[in-house]
């Protein structure tokens, strides 16, 4: 549900923090027009009310190692409600599934994976992923390049 409440002001400062997280509360406070302790209750209101939900710092996959990313669709041989919750549940258990998106339509779930080779990555897929409890399908699609990776989503800052 959509949080209405949300004035100029908060929109300007989630639209900071989306930009540079490591921004410190003056600094935020300065760009937004206000001083320090009024900037800090709207970001604390703002975190408790669940609009901001984390903070993490955006690493480069290559540099750990993670040289593949691959999309994965993943069709269930039962839609029931256990079903679709225990194959989220059996993903959630796996770091290398960094995102997983049910879907409407042919193809149940989309998941990102990431590896640090092909031949890691098959070993991924066939030991627990195609092996999984439920799966009836799965087909992969390799990233061959990225041509936009945006966080967050689309603040409107008037």
């Known amino acids: 549900m959509a949080n209405m ?12 923090l989306q930009a540079d997280g490591r921004i410190t509360n003056v600094e935020l406070a300065t760009k937004v027009g206000l001083t320090a302790p009024p900037c800090l ?27 593949i990313t691959v999309f994965a669709m993943v069709s269930l041989k039962s839609q029931a409600e256990d079903d679709l919750k ?13 995102e997983c998106h049910m879907l409407n339509g042919e ?9 640090r080779d092909l ?4 070993e991924f897929l066939t030991s ?3 092996s999984a409890p439920n799966v009836n399908s799965v087909k992969t699609s390799l990233t061959i ?6 966080p967050g989503v689309p603040i409107p800052v008037a």
């Open 119 to 122: 031949q890691s990555f098959q």
């Open 41 to 67: 209750r709207r970001m604390r209101a703002l975190e408790q009310s669940g609009t901001i939900k984390s903070y993490h710092a955006d690493i480069d996959a290559a540099s750990l190692g993670y040289t």
């Open 86 to 98: 225990a194959f989220e549940q059996h993903v959630r258990a796996l770091p290398d599934v960094r």
């Open 145 to 150: 390049r990225t041509a936009k990776d945006e």
């Open 5 to 16: 409440n949300l004035d100029s002001i908060d929109l300007k400062l989630l639209a900071e």
């Open 128 to 130: 627990k992923l195609t």
């Open 107 to 115: 193809i149940d779930f989309i998941l990102k994976i990431v590896a």
